[in-house]
């Protein structure tokens, strides 16, 4: 049977960056904990943001200890300054875990809505809605970034059990 492992999702974002844990034992999954690191423009310089992001995410991984990390890629966007400084913070993210001594996955934000939701168009509503379901937490509220970041933990969780069924049977 395989361990338990408890993984960080994180949704990066230049002033709003979300992030959950879930953790898998014998099959069952479990919320952890979830949040959103909000790094107002207003008060900061965009280095100064880049900077709270990562000390937060240091925090987080700190006080949870999760086992691995999941980090949505980067989707390819209109505005190429929004697309460097999305990148940016993503990096910090990455960083952040590597500096914990995590391995990293990366998922594109569409093989996360089709992991959850069997559409790689979902829309961010429909994602939250199978992200409560799957962790029976119809009750619980939280942000749309944090409900992201989630789905991104659920959908490496479901690539993990995935990749060890399959080497089960190359086995045989």
Known sequence: MPLP????G??????????GI?????GVLALVA???VRASPSDRTFSARLAFIYHELIAVLGRYKPDEAA???VF???NATSALKLGQARGVAVAACAACGLSISDYEPTLVKQSLVGTGRAEKEQVAFMV???LN????RWSLDASDALAVALCHLNTRRFAALTAGVNQH
């Open 10 to 19: 994180i949704d990066p974002g230049s002033q709003r960056t979300g992030w």
């Open 34 to 36: 979830c949040g959103v």
């Open 76 to 78: 390819t966007a209109k």
């Open 5 to 8: 492992v408890a993984v960080i």
């Open 71 to 73: 980090v949505e890629q």
């Open 137 to 140: 937490a119809r009750e619980m």
């Open 132 to 134: 409560k379901r799957l």
């Open 22 to 26: 879930v953790r898998e034992s014998a």
